[in-house]
Every structure is written in structure tokens, then in C-alpha cells.
């Protein structure tokens, strides 16, 4: 389910912190998957990953975000973990607006008090930015609604689960590849001028330059901490 929600984005795939460890953390933290399924027809509707982790301080969060958290949770190995790292939710379109992602943030804080943890943290991909790719993440987290909530949706469900926004991780997943990779995702005809260009899905745009033959992905996410 993962694989077919996050199939747009497949692109993140390619950060070097999940290339190396995304499928050791998965067999490591069985404890960490979480699945809903719906309670007629079995049906599975939702699924979200979370890892242990060991934080000193957590109100000193680092600019990797995701990166972080899975680079992170693989060298600690679980090791006196404090803190649970949320690392995807997965919901499939047909059955999106149910609530089902906040209770999956929920379900990650019910694994934290199992664990003795004090709370969730989770690198937000806010839903909306994908509309405004050239717009900084600081500005756009700070724009209210017509009604003065958080403009964005998914942070808005997050404040209302009970998270607390904690500031931008402005390098929060990196994609580093070859211009002519970046071809499936570009939303412009060609790759042929360097620039910042507008990639499908994407919550910044694809920084390429052709000196290099690179194209360059810098995703910013939101921390958000949810208290157990």
C-alpha cells in the first residue's frame, strides 16, 4: 500500500538515507507498522511506519528531517529510544477524508506510551505546498485560512490531533541524481535549461544545473511534536 499511495512521488525513494536503510528499519521495528482495516470487509485502508529513537534534546531538532530520523533510528538500533520517529502514512484515495491519517497519528502516540516514550515526532509533508513549490515552507506554515486556522490541511489535522508545530526541516529529504532522471517528474517540457523547475508532487522546486549534469531536490518539511 505504501509503494502504490507514494507511487507520484516515487523520487523520494532515492535520498541515501532511505536507499540504504528504509527496508532494514522495516524488518527491524515490526512493532512500528501500523495497518487499519476496515471492520466489515477487512478491507486494508491505512498503514503508517514509525522507528524508535533516541533524543537528547527535543527542542534542538535538526534541518534533515526524514532523512534524519531514519539515518538516525538505523545507528541507534532502537538503543534506550525516548521518542517514537514517524516516517510515512499511507492512505489510499478512495478512502482519504475519513479522518483516517489523524487516527494513524494517534495510533503512533498509542505505540510511544506502549514504549515508554514521551511523545511523537514526525518531519510534516504539508498537503497543500505541492500548489505553491516557490514559495518558502516558513512563509506558507505561517498563512491562516479564511476562518484564521492554519491554512495548510494536513498541519491543521495535526494541531487538531494535538501536535505542536516545531519549526521547518528545510532539508528534510535529499534527492541528488542526473538530469535526464528527473524526466518521469518535471512538469515543464524540457530539462534543457538550468534553473529551478516545478517537479509533479513537489513541495520546492528541482534546482538543475547542467555544469554538474544534476539535478538537485531539497524538500522541506514541518516538525510537528504530538506529547503522549
Known sequence: MENEVWDELAFLDYTPAHFAHYEELLERHPEGHLCMTDAETGELVATGMCVPLNLAND???????WDWIVDTASAQK???????GALSISVPEAH???GLARDL???MAVVADLHGCSGVIAPVRPSGKTNYPFIEMG??????DDRGRIFDPWLRSHVAAGGTLRGVCDRS????KPIEFWEDWATVESL???GSIPLRGGLAPLRVDHRKGVGSYVEPNVWVWHAV
Do not use: C, Q, T
Open 96 to 98: 482519504r477524508h475519513r
Open 139 to 144: 512563509e506558507y506554515v505561517a498563512w491562516g
Open 78 to 84: 532502537g538503543h534506550f529510544a525516548n521518542i517514537i
Open 105 to 107: 497519528v494517534k495510533a
Open 173 to 176: 529529504m535529499v534527492v541528488e
Open 59 to 65: 527542542a534542538a531538532l535538526p534541518r534533515e528531517g
Open 192 to 194: 534543457s535549461r538550468d
